[in-house]
């Protein structure tokens, strides 16, 4: 589950996304805040595997998913689910002012 961290300009907080999948070879971040575009937030992994990116959002209600070699897949550490209209269904976060 992502974790708040500090807060940033213009009201927007810094907010840190985590992935555990030691045999991807590309992860990226996408949701309601870039478009879903997948190739907008690359995630960068470290050395035990863990996938990270920190992004800039103002405060509200963001529905993501990451997309790991071609594939959507969800945020197993998060308990924070609402369907999506492909059937599936989507991560949130609600980051507070």
Same mark, same amino acid.
């Given at each position: 589950? &992502?974790?708040?961290?500090?807060?940033?300009?213009?009201?927007?907080?810094?907010?840190?996304?985590?992935?555990?999948?030691?045999?991807?070879?590309?992860?990226?971040?996408?949701?309601?805040?870039?478009? !879903?575009? &997948?190739?907008?937030?690359?995630?960068?992994?470290?050395?035990?595997?863990? !996938?990270? +990116?920190?992004?800039?959002?103002?405060?509200? +209600?963001?529905?993501? +998913?990451?997309?790991?070699?071609?594939? !959507?897949?969800?945020?197993?550490?998060?308990?924070?689910?609402? &369907?999506?209209?492909?059937?599936?269904?989507?991560?949130?976060?609600?980051?507070? &002012?």
């Amino acid at each position: 589950m &992502p974790k708040h961290a500090k807060k940033g300009t213009a009201g927007r907080r810094r907010v840190e996304f985590r992935l555990d999948r030691p045999g991807a070879k590309a992860v990226s971040l996408a949701g309601d805040f870039n478009g !879903w575009n &997948p190739k907008a937030h690359p995630m960068r992994r470290d050395d035990r595997g863990v !996938w990270t +990116r920190a992004v800039m959002v103002a405060p509200g +209600r963001y529905e993501y +998913r990451f997309y790991a070699d071609g594939q !959507w897949c969800n945020d197993p550490r998060s308990s924070a689910k609402c &369907p999506n209209c492909f059937g599936t269904q989507n991560d949130f976060i609600v980051v507070s &002012p």
